[in-house]
Structures are given as C-alpha cells and as structure tokens.
C-alpha cells in the first residue's frame, strides 16, 4: 500500500495545520475551562459555531465522508482522511470544529449507505451541515455488549408503529443539547433467527416519549461535557416503521459497515 501523500492531501494538510494554528490553538485553553467548569455542565463552550462556520468557509468540512457518497462527499478515501484525522486529533475534541467527529461520523455514514432518501433529507443534511449531533444507541449493561449480537433491547413491531424497550449505556453525545437523533441497535428477530440476523436498527429521535436520560458516566473522573456518556432508558417508546434503517434483522451488517472506518479515525486520532 502506497502511503505517501497526493498533492491533494499534501495541500489539505497544510491548510489544516494553518486553521490549526490560526483558529484552534489559541482557544483550546479557553474551551477546555469552560467545558470543565462545572457550571457550564451539558452546555456548549460559545465559541465553537464560528469555528465550525470559518472551517466549512475553508474547504475543511465533513472530510471524513468517503468519494463514495459522491453528491455529499469532499471526495477522499479513508486513506486519504487519516492524515489529517491525525492532524485534528493534536487537540481533543477539536474534529467537531470540522464537523469530522464521533458518533456523528459514523452516524452520518449509516444514513448515507443505508438511508431511505426521506431519512436522508430529515437527518442526514442537517448532520453533514453540522446543524444537529446524534448519538450511537448500542451498549448494555446486562449484556457482554462488545458482541453486538448479544445486545437485548427491542424492537417489536405493531401495527404502523415499532416499540423498543430497554436500558442502554455509555452512549456518547446524549447529553448534548443539540443531539436530536439517537441510532439504536435493538433486537427483532427471535432467538431462532441466525444470531447475525436478529437485530436491526431505528432511528428514535430525541424527546420521544419514554427516552429516558438516567445519569451521565464518568471516565477516569471526566465527564466530557457537553456531549458525555449517558445511561439511558428506553420503555415504550413508540416511532413509525419506515425509521427501521435497511430492514428487519440487518442491525449487525450496519454496525460492521459502521465501525470499520470509525475505528481508523479513532486510531489517527490518538497518533496525533
Ligand atoms: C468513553 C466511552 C464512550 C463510549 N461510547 C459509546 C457510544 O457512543 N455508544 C455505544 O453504544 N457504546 C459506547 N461505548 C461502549 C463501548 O462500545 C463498550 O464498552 C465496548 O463495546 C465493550 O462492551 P462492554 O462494555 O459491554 O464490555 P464487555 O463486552 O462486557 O467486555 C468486557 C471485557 O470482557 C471481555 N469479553 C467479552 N466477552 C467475552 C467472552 N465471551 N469471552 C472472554 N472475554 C470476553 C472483553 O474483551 C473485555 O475485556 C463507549 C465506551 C466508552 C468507555
């Protein structure tokens, strides 16, 4: 595998490192105060929408969404991405800046692959234009929940409707004021479906009723405001069919599609 860089991502790079420079750098001080100030808990530091705005003026918005999604995408490949999630990654958190972080990434990713086009208008324009954030609804507390095909929770149909109860955890961005969409991972075949076809996922939007957001999770004494880690409670909670993404007992296939790039920005974050 060839990794030297193109002229493409040559020119990327070091219009990043000079927004990096310019517009990050000097804050990272300031947002890290106020994020961890406990009186601005669950609140959004002020000065991160006119990054986010003179990044997408510069050409730096949305580069993790692979060519393949034509119409949506800058154009790179992961290969080419993971240079410059390298890059964003020398300050933490400051992907959201160019609208590159998770779990909107890999949220935005399922919608574009699997989405229905009306999925896609109501959700995933106002993701990749940086308008909402999402959460990824799959981990349990009652279930070894690194194999997905162990997770409980369901998702039972009736009528025009499908109903999910469950209790879930660890799920990033929950506590986020502007996350508006929760992906959940959820059972609805029964335990004689092929293990790898039991589960699908639904888009639930957040305030339906039944969400219930039970505490927020501390890791290693931070609570990573303002998106966290909540624990969360799902009883009857009731949303129309056509938000099954794919169909019934698909859940494992997304996810798969789903974690596979995730996990390369994850790790070029780390490096940088
Ligand atoms: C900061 C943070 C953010 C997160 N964000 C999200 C999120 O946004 N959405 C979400 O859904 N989840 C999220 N998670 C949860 C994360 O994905 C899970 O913690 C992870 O998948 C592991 O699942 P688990 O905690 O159930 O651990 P387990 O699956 O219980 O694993 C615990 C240990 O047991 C081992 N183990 C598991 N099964 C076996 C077996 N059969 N035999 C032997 N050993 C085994 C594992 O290797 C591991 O060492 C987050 C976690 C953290 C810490």
Redesign the pocket.
């Known amino acids: 595998m060839d990794f030297e860089y193109s002229d493409k991502v040559q020119d990327l790079r070091e219009r990043l490192m000079a927004f990096m420079d310019e517009h990050v750098y000097p804050i990272e001080r300031e947002r890290d105060e106020f994020n961890e100030d406990p009186a601005n808990r669950w609140v959004r530091w002020p000065g991160i929408e006119p990054i986010k705005a003179k990044a997408k003026e510069a050409g730096l918005w949305n580069l993790f969404l692979p060519h393949e999604h034509g119409q949506w995408s800058p154009g790179l490949t992961n290969l080419e991405y993971a240079p410059l999630a390298e890059i964003m990654g020398r300050v933490i958190g400051s992907s959201e800046f160019f609208n590159c972080s998770a779990?909107d990434t890999g949220n935005m990713e399922v919608l574009a692959l699997y989405g229905t086009p009306e999925q896609q208008e109501r959700w995933l324009k106002p993701l990749l234009a940086g308008e909402i954030r999402s959460?990824?609804?799959?981990?349990?507390p009652g279930?070894?929940?690194?194999?997905a095909t162990n997770i409980e929770t369901t998702i039972v149909a009736d009528g025009d409707d499908y109903v999910i109860n469950g209790r879930?955890w660890?799920?990033?961005?929950a506590m986020d004021p502007n996350t508006k969409l929760y992906i959940l991972l959820g059972k609805t075949g029964g335990d004689n479906a092929p293990r790898h076809q039991r589960h699908s996922q639904i888009l639930i939007p957040a305030g339906t009723p039944g969400v219930e957001i039970v505490r927020p999770l501390d890791?290693f004494h931070a609570v990573?405001s303002p998106g966290g880690?909540a624990e969360m409670i799902f009883k009857d909670v009731r949303v129309p069919k056509e938000n099954l993404i794919l169909g019934e007992g698909r859940g494992f296939e997304i996810a798969q599609g789903r974690l596979g790039p995730g996990r390369i920005h994850h790790c070029m974050r780390l490096i940088g």
């Open positions: 779990p959460s990824y609804v799959m981990t349990e279930v070894a929940s690194s194999d879930k660890w799920i990033s961005s890791v990573h880690h």
